[in-house]
């Protein structure tokens, strides 16, 4: 098994030898990352949750694997709910880990990933597939490496640029300050609300079905302590309860089976369905049953 440092670093050379004709440009004129979101991603462990989830994830992978969508616990649509809208970190960058993949295997366009899409997603999203080829698969380890790239990429963006303010006096945002956290996170909240109205407009809606596995998933198992907790004591009251009725079916099938097996079982099933058919038996008739019991 190859070192894993080595790996990475192969896959950087790797990618870096990838010729430039292979990036994707995307029509997002000035992207930019809002404050709070780029204070939510460095407050976050990013690397070691990435390795969690590409290498101990529910088929465990080492560096030279294909990585597919199918090892991320998402599908298009919980993606692109993660993606966008209200951000967990968590669930972002596991939304970025099955977009990449989908492309990698062919299964998307990057316009197809990014439509409709925060610009700090569609960067985040360009960037990772402009560094793989689409088709053409990708291993554990790569992916690793262009996700970490993606993100970091994505994490210098600068703040959306300020409104003028009612004096009339206009501030520039940058990249990773400014003078008023407080203000820009406000300028943040304005800007954001609109790329939500935005997204809620074109973006494609879910079925019931969808959305509660987008809620357990990005806002419960992923993310929230308490609402993991509670979803695993749910889960497994729920499968106690089929194990009892399973086991509960197979024994009545069982003691209905030992009555078929056996005369007296027989005879008994006999007069219970003559009584409910209004059946009445003979004196003769009931002699030779009671008769049969007894051999």
Same mark, same amino acid.
């Given at each position: 098994m190859v070192n894993?440092?080595?790996?990475?670093?192969?896959?950087?050379?790797?990618?870096?030898?990838?010729?430039?004709?292979n990036v994707i440009k995307v029509d997002s004129s000035s992207p930019s990352l809002p404050v709070r979101q780029a204070k939510l991603f460095t407050a976050f462990q990013i690397e070691p949750f990435i390795k969690g989830l590409i290498f101990g994830g529910r088929a465990p992978? @080492? %560096?030279?694997?294909?990585?597919?969508?199918?090892? !991320?616990?998402m599908n298009s649509h919980t993606a692109r709910a993660a993606l966008g809208g209200s951000?967990?970190?968590p669930g972002f960058i596991t939304?970025?880990?099955?977009? @990449? %993949?989908?492309?990698?295997?062919?299964?998307?366009? !990057?316009?197809?990933?990014?439509d409709g899409l925060p610009s700090a997603s569609q960067f985040a999203i360009a960037h990772a597939c402009g560094s793989i080829k689409k088709g053409a698969g990708i291993s554990a380890g790569s992916m690793e490496t262009v996700t970490l790239a993606?993100?970091?990429?994505?994490?210098e963006l600068p703040a959306p640029q300020k409104r003028l303010s009612s004096k009339g006096s206009q501030t520039a945002g940058t990249g990773k300050s400014s003078a008023d956290d407080k203000s820009s996170a406000d300028d943040k909240s304005s800007a954001d609300d609109k790329s939500s109205a935005n997204d809620k407009n074109s973006a494609k809606p879910l079925s019931d079905g969808e959305v509660a596995k987008g809620i357990a998933m990005l806002g419960g198992s992923l993310d929230n302590p308490v609402a993991d907790k509670t979803f695993a004591i749910a889960t497994a009251i729920e499968e106690e309860q089929r194990t009892k009725a399973r086991w509960l079916a197979e024994q009545a099938a069982l003691r209905e089976a030992d009555k078929l097996a056996s005369t007296i079982g027989k005879v008994q099933l006999f007069r219970q369905l003559a009584e409910q058919l209004n059946i009445k038996l003979t004196a003769s008739?009931?002699?030779m049953l009671d008769q049969a019991k007894a051999a």
């Open positions: 894993f440092a080595v790996q990475s670093l192969i896959n950087v050379v790797i990618l870096k030898g990838l010729k430039m004709s992978l @080492v %560096a030279s694997d294909s990585f597919k969508p199918s090892h !991320v616990a951000v967990s970190v939304g970025l880990l099955w977009s @990449v %993949a989908a492309f990698a295997h062919g299964q998307k366009s !990057v316009e197809q990933l990014v993606a993100l970091q990429a994505m994490l008739q009931l002699k």
